[in-house]
């Protein structure tokens, strides 16, 4: 069975970094696409970035210079690395894996999401 | 980055109605187009994709129509547990895009 269990979340200050870790069983991180989601309190879902099985990965733009997806397969970890966090930040960020064999934004299955907290 | 106005943002209805969502993309998508469900407090659960494809699991009162830039999502016989939030989302381009949700609410 497919799980996701995303850890990391927490209060951080306007300017400061925080890392994302999504620990995933049931399958290997090198297989699938890895997206990260994020959905700002009261509000709709936000597609952030993805990474390939290829090991690239790809960001929405107004991300893509502050935040790093990285994969460690020993780990079975995906991890969002995140700069110079803002207010527009605060979300909770999840990570979904696609459907196999369609398209990398097909989300079947997801964690549970960590609270991402920008504030003073 | 292709834009999804989804319609309408809430709506009241009641148990074995049957209630239909809309999602306009701002152009031509092809069928990309997937639809979830979120409860409160719970991720988003996949239940259509491309379109019209039902995910393996739900339930068939859920159907998927659409191709173009217009697409819907109808539920057949609405039951307790379909009160919930709906979002449509976009696969065609970078960046996946979502539409703003739509509330259903029992009446």
Same mark, same amino acid.
């Given at each position: 069975e497919v799980q996701l269990v995303e850890s990391g979340g927490k209060l951080v200050q306007p300017g400061g970094s925080l890392r994302l870790s999504c620990a995933a069983s =049931? *399958? #290997?991180?090198? #297989?699938k696409y890895i997206s990260w989601v994020r959905q700002a309190p009261g509000r709709g879902l936000e597609w952030v970035a993805v990474m390939f099985p290829t090991g690239l990965s790809q960001y929405k733009d107004s991300v893509k210079d502050r935040f790093t997806v990285s994969r460690d397969n020993s780990r079975n970890t995906v991890d969002l690395q995140m700069l110079n966090? /803002?207010?527009?930040? @605060?979300a909770i960020y999840y990570c979904a894996t696609a459907l196999v /064999? @369609? @398209?990398? =934004?097909? *989300?079947d299955s997801w964690g549970q999401g960590a609270l991402v907290t920008v504030s003073s | 980055d292709i834009h999804v106005t989804q319609s309408p943002s809430s709506l009241s209805a009641s148990i074995g109605d049957t209630v239909t969502i809309t999602c306009r993309a701002?152009? %031509?998508?092809? +069928? +990309?187009l997937n639809w979830y469900q979120q409860k409160p407090g719970k991720a988003p659960k996949l239940l259509i994709y491309s379109s019209s494809t039902l995910q393996t699991g739900v339930t068939s009162r859920f159907s998927g129509s659409g191709s173009g830039a217009d697409f819907t999502l109808t539920i057949y016989s609405?039951?307790?547990? %379909?009160?919930a939030m709906y979002y449509c989302q976009q696969t065609y381009s970078r960046p996946l895009t979502f539409g703003g949700g739509t509330k259903v609410e029992v009446k």
């Amino acid at each position: 069975e497919v799980q996701l269990v995303e850890s990391g979340g927490k209060l951080v200050q306007p300017g400061g970094s925080l890392r994302l870790s999504c620990a995933a069983s =049931g *399958f #290997s991180v090198s #297989s699938k696409y890895i997206s990260w989601v994020r959905q700002a309190p009261g509000r709709g879902l936000e597609w952030v970035a993805v990474m390939f099985p290829t090991g690239l990965s790809q960001y929405k733009d107004s991300v893509k210079d502050r935040f790093t997806v990285s994969r460690d397969n020993s780990r079975n970890t995906v991890d969002l690395q995140m700069l110079n966090l /803002g207010d527009d930040d @605060t979300a909770i960020y999840y990570c979904a894996t696609a459907l196999v /064999g @369609t @398209t990398y =934004g097909d *989300f079947d299955s997801w964690g549970q999401g960590a609270l991402v907290t920008v504030s003073s | 980055d292709i834009h999804v106005t989804q319609s309408p943002s809430s709506l009241s209805a009641s148990i074995g109605d049957t209630v239909t969502i809309t999602c306009r993309a701002s152009e %031509d998508i092809n +069928k +990309k187009l997937n639809w979830y469900q979120q409860k409160p407090g719970k991720a988003p659960k996949l239940l259509i994709y491309s379109s019209s494809t039902l995910q393996t699991g739900v339930t068939s009162r859920f159907s998927g129509s659409g191709s173009g830039a217009d697409f819907t999502l109808t539920i057949y016989s609405l039951q307790p547990e %379909d009160f919930a939030m709906y979002y449509c989302q976009q696969t065609y381009s970078r960046p996946l895009t979502f539409g703003g949700g739509t509330k259903v609410e029992v009446k």
